[in-house]
């Protein structure tokens, strides 16, 4: 039961990076990823999920910039980052998870995390 994140790095404001979570075969199928990040000094927050059929969910800070999305043939869900902000600077995790809808975007949700990947947007 693995979860790898990569892709972070350090990318100028307005650019784009895109994140990427490899999941084992065990923990993939029929459970929700979601992507949390933790700014320095900050709580972890949620930033997008998507569901084993697709559906996908985002916080309102990162809406219409970032996309979600999942590759079931390849057990990775990815997280392209657009438009990137200072304020996006943040390590990246992953996670591996079954909540119900109306739980996704809290942390205790989700049982099997990654290492996280860091992401720094300069201004």
């Known amino acids: 039961v693995q979860l790898q994140a990569s892709g972070g790095g350090l990318v100028q404001a307005g650019g784009s990076l895109r994140l990427s979570c490899a999941v084992s075969g065990r923990t993939f199928s029929g459970r929700t990823v979601g992507w949390f990040r933790q700014p320095p000094g900050k709580e972890r927050e949620f930033v997008a999920a998507?569901?084993?059929?697709?559906?996908?969910y985002y916080a309102d800070s990162v809406k219409g910039r970032f996309t979600i999305s999942r590759d079931s043939a390849k057990n990775t869900v990815y997280l392209q980052m657009g438009s990137l902000k200072p304020e996006d600077t943040a390590v990246y995790y992953c996670a591996s998870g079954t909540p119900i809808t109306s739980s996704l975007k809290r942390r205790e949700s989700y049982n099997y995390w990654g290492q996280g990947t860091l992401v720094t947007v300069s201004s």
């Open positions: 998507v569901k084993s059929g697709g559906s996908t």
